[in-house]
């Protein structure tokens, strides 16, 4: 079972802005940050934010990272369709000692 | 560029124990910093981190596996390992290998079947 909250599923219209949001709690999200991972059917994981909120090189503009208190969120502007994937949220617990995943966010664009 | 390709059997038995081995290019384990790991998916499922190490001496697994896990480093082959032992078909999965320092580079992953 999942260790951060996130929404099982958001949609979206093309050209729109998607905010997914995940939850922890003080010994994860809201202590270390959480980074971000977009999956597409059949392919690894790929990096969209780092748990400070840094987009890796070549990642686009339109994907940005936040966070407040103990919720992570990650806003994608101007939705195209190959946004639609899978989102999951990551963090390390510093309680459990443990990286915990949320269990993730299908966002389909409509 | 970096690199990361996992290779290792794809069906096994319950109650054996699955290898798997983790070859990288385009970096040193050895001279990095960063960290090291293993991750899993079953179908249809969300992310489960396994465990990772650092080449100054780090290893951190994941608590509910920590009895069954060793991760390993070959540092001439530039290669890591997982060894999961006493195997049931609740470790169905997709194993990834991945630079788990902010989980930055993946391999393609690989399915592994535990049924006999």
Redesign the interface.
Known sequence: Q?GLTQPPSVSKGLRQTATLTCTGNSNNVGNQGA?W?QQHQGH????LS??NNNR?SGISERFSASRSGNTASLTITGLQPEDEADY?C?AWDSS?????????TKLTVL | QLQLQESGPGLVKPSETLSLTCTVSGASISSSNYFWGWLRQPPGK????IG?FSYSGST?Y??SLKSRVTISVDTSKNQFSLRLISLTAADTAVY?CARAS???Y????TLVIVSS
């Open positions: 999942a980074g991972l690894p994981p790929k990096l780092d748990r890796p999951y990551s459990l000692r443990d990286v915990v995943f949320g269990g993730g | 969300g992310l489960e981190w990772s951190n994941k608590p990834y902010e989980f930055a993946w391999g393609q992953g």
